[in-house]
């Protein structure tokens, strides 16, 4: 593989892989609020999937207060039940 071809590919992988951590991050909101019922629950079968899916973000929202206290103001600002 010539120089160039392996240097557009850390380009890419140097752009590619932040965006991908932002979208997995900024799409908890999202799916949690897709994951509620009408009265704004979120079941059990579907709260342990969101739960393994999002796991190093429930851990930090556990262990961290000012990370527990964003997520849940962007869970309101995702969800229309809140």
Known sequence: ???KKRWKKLQF????IPILLLVYVLSVG?????????H????????????AVYA????AIENNSTCAELFYQYYQLCSPNH
């Open 30 to 38: 999202p799916a949690c609020a897709l994951s509620e019922d009408s």
């Open 56 to 59: 190093p973000l429930v851990w």
């Open 13 to 16: 992988l140097g752009c590619a």
């Open 40 to 51: 704004g629950q979120i079941p059990p079968g579907r709260d342990s999937v969101l739960r």
């Open 1 to 3: 593989m010539s120089e």
